[in-house]
């Protein structure tokens, strides 16, 4: 392989400047002529039929327009999840629901001229109730006696998946393999434990919105804050009814997802409500209705059972998970096959393994895709589990994990098992530096010189714990992301992705791979995304899929504009193809010596003989899913007086392949770090006796500032993953994982108490520490 | 109502309703830049210099800036001529989804304006009221500490 020059190189983000400058226009900054504005009423109950709804009042408010609710707008059964189609998740909601089922879910939706007579509106509507018992505990949701959310004929599976509303069961993953009471029979002992985590917000910063208006021909144009243009241009015309060609969905900057704009939300009531006055509209949630009114990390319950025989062999593991999805069934079914997917493949040489998952309806603020997509929910209880069994047979956490991870010619039943409401795909692993990982982090965070040491400081232990992880590299066989590109005369290229960059670096590592295989300097590569009239198709940015599946649609792509470029100097020069080669924007003829300009071997094919313009475009779809690996470490002081968790430092060492752009991967690795610690030690959503939110703002759900980061270590180990392109494989969502596990590890390190349930907060620290002694 | 401000320098004229935030009044009259996070105070993002004073621009009655000089980041430096302080940003890595960019710029602005040098604990000190979700804030720091570097080196 020839040395690379662009990829592997940490390039300035192709639109940092421009966003450093406040050039970079987000969605809520479209510039609209007269728009009207558009607000959401909520409900307040839990669960309960509208009875009657008065927006008599809200229709007399100064400049309200419309008002929108269940009793005159029709809508059919559809899914807000951003899947691809048909979405593995159930049709379970319409845009306004005759019967409601979580505090927080919209109920109306008021238009006027200006925001505050929106809101105004929005306040004044009136809706009567008929209310209904309601559920929160999703350990009883499938009890015969519970309240059943989505029972009766309002509710289906658009894909032949296990669903039973009947049962409050969102979603179901089963599979079984080896003999699982034999595994058990031949243990020496078995560890049995139950643990939780939590509820949580995205918090991107900018809140969900759209902006729409109608372009000269009548078509209504949507800019939306969305991980997924098309899906979102699909979604919305099932939703309303708006013919999908009518329908035009651009992306421009987006200020942050991860996984909470994988739903498409504001642009249904922006979309409708400028089709029908055809106005332009503005929608936007305030950070409250973000809070409980967008999505959240689905909670989880995992009982995990492993049988383990005295030479640290694991005999038999059962994994039984509960999954609460809240109100409707958004991601209900994928997340959870996540949560076994992307972790049981870690440790493959379990020969007997049974996995019982259930996806359940509450009452309570709707789950969805969140960084991480069930990985890390399974990840908190299976490196406890692993940490809590290899103390148990005296053996060093990471040694244990080393004899039992997964390794490079390896696979694993669980990947043919469990896909994404189909079956899975097979696949054996062809790179993985986990030991390395392991290795690094190991020196980085003193590993050998204060695990177990408990050194004190006045009321603080200290504690060392590590983690785990893998992930994947987009969804094998479904997910597709597409590219094009053309050829200008001055040899620059435009190249135009569907793949949509949130803030992730997309365009900039996708420009990389382009000028690596064309050899031209990155300028040259002027990108476009994404935008459902001018960027081809791409399922969007999710699944960690964005590097590995759009980067392979580029590198196709660019292979061949290279092959054109090719043979049209061949043409030009009378020189045989073979005689000719790429050097940085020149055809060479390696015989001679002679050089051919691309903007001469692009002048020649625009306006000399035989003109077209260079151009082409390339599809691509993952046959493998390659996981990152990443190992990592907490340091921690646990104040045994309040219970408060410190973490000192915190180190994070991830093989992603080959990081196309080191700088931008480290980031990556950085911000879901930093936002898995703020998870585990610092978020929570707190609700009162109707399932309402009681802390929807900044104030009061505590995210991560400066003065609480830990010193913070990242090292990214490149490995060569030969299905990548220039073998990478991906690094966005895999350095959540591991910060709560770790941190739970090294809580029991300092205290020898183990904490089951997220968030890590000083009460149940303390509670822990207390009841021990 | 109407009021006059100096907005990047240039004295302005602009109508608003007497409740307008100074936020909403930026965001109307052709500044983007300046952006909504919360309109709670509590993020940051709508962070600008009001007489050379880092505010949260939500919290701040339009009103009650008349006559005052309002820095938007876009006042500082352009595409073209960036301020060191934006290039650092750019270099370090220190921007993903660009949403607290201009704020936390703003806010790394007026330390080092008081503060030329300042310690890493500092800098985190005077990037407190600021969020950022992408980037676990390991490299705005070191972009503060970047232009720290090159300012004091020109002055």
Known sequence: MTELTIVGKSVEKVDSLSLACGNARYASDCELRDPLFLTFALSTVPHGDILSIDDFAARAVDGVVDVFHAFNTESPLFSTAGQGFPEPSPYDTRLFNRRVRYVGEIVAAVLAESLEGARAGAKAMKLEYSTLPALFDPERSMDSDSPKLHDGEDAYAPLPVAYRPEENVAGEVLFSYGDIEKGFSEADFVVDETFRTHQASHCALEPHNASAYFDEKGRLVLVVSTQVPFHSRRIVAKATGIPAHMIRVIKPRIGGGFGGKQEVLVELYAALAAWKHKRSVRAEMTRPEVFTSARTRHPMRVRIKTGVKKDGTMTAMDMNDVMNSGAYGAHALTVLSNAASKVLPLFNKIENMNFTGRTVYTNLPVGGAYRGYGATQGYFPFNQHIDGISRTLGVDFLDFVKKHHIRVGETSAVFEAIGEGTEGVSQIV???????????????????????????????????????????????????????MKMNDDGSFNLMVGATDIGTGSDTILSQIAAEA??????????????????????????????????????????????????????????????LSLAESRVVNRATGEETSFSQVACFALYSKDQFQIQASASFTGVESPPPFMAQFADVDVDTETGKVRVVKFVSVGDCGQAVNPKLAEGQIEGAAVNGISFALAEQYLFNKNGGMTNNSFWDYKIYGTLDLPEMVTVVVESDEPTGPYGAKSVSEIGINGPAPAIANAIYDAIGVRIYDLPLTPEKVLKAIRSRA | MNGSFVVNGRRVEWSFEPEATLLDVLRANGHPEVHRGCDEGSCGACSVLLDGKLVNSCQVFAASAIDKDVLTVAGMGTIHEPHPLQTAFVETGAIQCGFCTPAMILASLALLRSNPNPTDEDIRSALDGNYCRCTGYVKIIEAVRLASRRMSAHD
């Open chain 1, 430 to 484: 062809r790179s993985c530096k986990l030991d390395e990982c392991i290795d690094i982090g190991t020196r980085e965070i003193n590993w050998h010189g204060l695990r177990g040491k408990r050194i004190t400081d006045g009321p603080l232990v200290k504690g060392i714990g590590a983690s785990v992880a893998m992930q994947g590299s987009g969804i094998p066989q479904v997910d597709m992301a597409s590219a094009s």
């Open chain 1, 518 to 579: 064309l050899n031209v300097p990155l300028e040259m590569i002027i990108v476009l995304s994404s935008d459902t009239d001018l960027t081809p198709f791409d399922v969007g940015a999710y699944a960690s899929s964005t590097t590995y599946v759009s980067g392979r649609a580029v590198l196709t792509c660019a292979e061949k504009i290279r092959d054109q470029i090719l043979s049209v100097a061949s043409a030009m020069t009378g020189t045989p193809l073979e005689q």
